[in-house]
């Protein structure tokens, strides 16, 4: 059982998990059964079957921000998610229970300590929530994303992607890429996008930088999310070409020499695996934890980072122009972003989550 509904950095990376435990076909007793854990609220409802994989649902246990009303109830929301995960746990005959935190985690790992069924915990971020901080209290095995996460026994496998991403060949795949989204073949090229709903102060950077990208030869592929519609520049050349989402963010990545972006942890492992380097603009509410997701490409010499108040077209027409207009330099970024990065993180994980259960 993989535990990580809620949002696409617990998702994405189960998902990553799921198929690559599901492609172990020579495995004692044939591949893995794989069922996933999430709530009727959370992006997994869609993305899961669309993957072809088994969901099943618990009741949402969020926790309150702040001291409320809403906390007294809690206590009563775990112990209902819990018991409906300890059945669920016995009627699939689990062997072993993978969490990737949030608020499906927590219960999956009372259940499973209930249950006496092991537990795999992976932490995306490099400071982990409470879900996980529990969670590895309770593990078999803990993995992380980055070298130096404060959770105890951690081991280092990286984030998990899908094969898509990390087989992703950006050099022979650039000139379909660019014909796909009506790029020319051969300008510099900076793909902007803020997350699945886009980023108000990244599109206001980009767009208002749009002429002197232009006049420098960039062209630009910008995701502005689906309700910033006010979000648009006039036709001309280079092309400034502006989508509401990108499906296709393999031939997004294969199309682009750099990337502005938030720096989510999902964001940040997609790009080093690709070895696209990215001018990363932390979001600036929680904990800091997307500037630290950014720190070890920025330090590795594999991208930049702007704090999201001082991003401006400015900023963007002052920095980003002579790097996209310097080909040393972004070869230079990219071969430190690909460093960075650990494609098979998800076999890596497929191959602790088996060992937990042979042990």
């Not at 994989?53 to 112990?79: A, F, S």
């Not at 502005?260 to 999902?266: D, K, M, P, Y």
Request: proline share 9%; charged share 20%; aromatic share 2%.
């Amino acid at each position: 059982m993989l535990a990580g509904g809620g949002t696409g950095g617990h998702i994405e990376p189960m998902l990553a998990l799921a198929d690559a435990l599901v492609r172990r076909t020579g495995a004692p007793g044939g591949a893995p059964r794989v069922t996933c854990l999430g709530t009727a609220r959370g992006m997994e409802t869609r993305l899961v079957p669309a993957r072809g994989h088994e969901l099943r649902l618990i009741p949402p246990v969020p926790l309150p921000r702040r001291p409320t009303l809403d906390l007294l109830r809690v206590p009563g929301r775990v112990r209902r998610a819990v018991a409906d995960t300890r059945a669920l746990l016995t009627e699939l005959d689990a062997d072993v229970v993978v969490g990737f935190g949030g608020y499906v985690a927590l219960p999956a790992y009372l259940a499973a300590k209930r249950a006496g069924v092991p537990v795999v915990v992976h932490e995306q971020n490099p400071l982990p929530g409470l879900a996980n901080r529990v969670g590895a209290r309770l593990a078999a095995a803990v993995a992380v994303t980055t070298p130096g996460t404060p959770l105890p026994g951690a081991v280092h496998t990286g984030m998990p992607l899908r094969p898509s991403i990390t087989g992703l060949d950006r050099a022979a795949l650039r000139a379909e890429a660019r014909a796909h989204f009506g790029l020319d073949a051969d300008r510099p090229t900076l793909l902007v996008f803020g997350g699945s709903q886009g980023a108000r102060s990244l599109n206001t950077a980009a767009t208002g930088a749009a002429a002197a990208l232009r006049a420098a030869g960039v062209q630009v592929l910008h995701a502005r999310g689906p309700k910033n519609t006010e979000v648009a520049v006039p036709a001309g050349d280079p092309p400034y070409v502006v989508v509401d989402y990108l499906e296709r963010m393999d031939l997004a990545y294969a199309a682009a020499d750099l990337a502005l972006c938030r720096s989510g942890a999902v964001s940040v492992a997609e790009l080093s695996a690709v070895g696209l380097p990215g001018a990363f603009v932390p979001l600036p509410i929680g904990n800091g934890e997307q500037r630290r997701n950014a720190l070890p490409v920025v330090q590795a010499g594999g991208g930049l980072l702007v704090e999201d108040a001082e991003l401006s077209a400015e900023w963007v027409s002052a920095t980003l122009v002579p790097v996209l207009t310097d080909p040393a330099r972004l070869a230079e970024l990219a071969r430190h972003a690909a460093a960075a990065g650990v494609p098979d993180a998800d076999e890596v994980l497929a191959d602790l989550t088996l060992s937990v259960v042979r042990a």
